[in-house]
Structures are given as C-alpha cells and as structure tokens.
C-alpha cells in the first residue's frame, strides 16, 4: 500500500513560483507511475503532469512552466512551477498508479494524497 502526502503548497503573485511535494511511504514506490492533478472550484479534477523513471508527460497548459522530477532515494516526486497564472489555482493532488503506461486519467490512478492549496493572485 501506498500513503502520499503533499506539501509545498501556498499564495504566490502571479508570474511567481511554487514547488509541491508529493512524499509516498512504501518500499516499491520507485517502481509506481506518479502523476499531479488540480482541481479548480467548480471544475473536474485534470491532468497536469506524470513521471515514469526519468520519463515525463505534461498538460499542454503547463509545458514550458511546470517540472516534474523524483528522487527515489527520498521517495519523494516534486513539481516545480514557474510563471504561474491565476488560472493555475486550483487544489494539486498527487497521484500514483502500478500501471506501466502513463495516464492522464484519474480513474486510472490507485493512490492519492489528500491534496495542497495553490493560490495565484493576478
């Protein structure tokens, strides 16, 4: 079983920058597809990112401006976010899934932590 736990969240102005953190308990987590959603009030839960080994994938609003990287050794994922827009605020949930192939649907994520509050300011 897989426990995820985000930080890093906060209110930045926009333009600003943020890093979220995604710490997971569990031996095997290197061997789990992670991914970063949002959820913006009023809005389904999508996509913004997912990290396989040194692979990666991104949400066309977010290419260019957003990071995703992992450091096994601290079974931790993060997601550095730059040039952030107030259309970035949303609440970020970490995901991680046993699949092999990354997915940008939530319904194929197992695992989930209980989200972190991101607030860009115009």
């Known amino acids: 079983q897989v426990q995820l736990v985000e930080s890093g969240g906060g209110l930045v102005q926009a333009g600003g920058s943020l890093r979220l953190s995604c710490a997971a308990s569990?031996?095997?987590?290197?061997?789990?597809?992670v991914g970063w959603f949002r959820q913006a009030p009023g809005k389904e839960r999508e996509f913004v990112a997912a990290?396989?080994?040194?692979?990666?994938s991104y949400a066309d609003s977010v290419k260019g401006r957003f990071t995703i990287s992992r450091d096994n050794a601290k079974n931790t994922v993060y997601l550095q976010m730059s040039s952030l827009k107030p259309e970035d605020t949303a609440v970020y949930y970490c995901?991680?899934?046993?699949?092999?192939?990354?997915?940008?649907?939530?319904?194929?994520?197992?695992?989930w932590g209980q989200g972190t509050q991101v607030t860009v300011s115009s």
């Open positions: 990290i396989i080994r040194r692979g990666t």
């Open positions: 995901a991680a899934t046993r699949r092999v192939v990354p997915s940008t649907l939530a319904h194929e994520y197992e695992h």
């Open positions: 569990g031996r095997t987590f290197s061997s789990y597809i």
